[in-house]
């Protein structure tokens, strides 16, 4: 499976971006996706993950309430709207995926296929 993030650039606090991650995945609908974000220096970190069917989501606290994660299983496209940005948000975000999902929804290690990252910039 092959994952491809895209959406990424630089935007001023307080804007809007959203991000897409298209997959290969021919039963895509049968993968939990998440995002991770991984900010300059420092460890890769949970961002969202959602279910095969949309059925159950998750979110960091720091972006609960200003990101949404969906996904459109016509497409094979997960998305993460991401509003309200701040500066902290600043980071390589990647997409993964995971079929059938196992480990805990937070854990890098429970998703086995992983995009190459799309690069947030937020100015403040």
Do not use: H
């Not at 969202?48 to 720091?62: M, P, Q, R, T």
């Not at 948000?89 to 805990?104: F, K």
């Amino acid at each position: 499976v092959q994952l491809q993030a895209s959406g990424g650039g630089l935007v001023q606090a307080g804007g809007a971006l959203r991000l897409s991650c298209v997959a290969s995945a021919s039963i895509f609908s049968s993968y939990r996706i998440a995002w991770f974000r991984q900010p300059p220096g420092l460890e890769r970190e949970f961002v969202a993950a959602i279910s095969g069917n949309g059925g159950f989501i998750d979110y960091a606290d720091s972006v609960k309430g200003r990101f949404t994660i969906s996904r459109d299983n016509t497409k094979n496209t997960g998305y993460l709207q991401m509003n309200r940005l701040k500066p902290e948000d600043t980071a390589v975000y990647l997409c993964a995926a995971s079929s059938p999902p196992y480990g805990l929804v937070r854990s890098k290690a429970s998703y086995d296929y992983w995009g190459q990252g799309t690069l947030v910039t937020v100015s403040s």
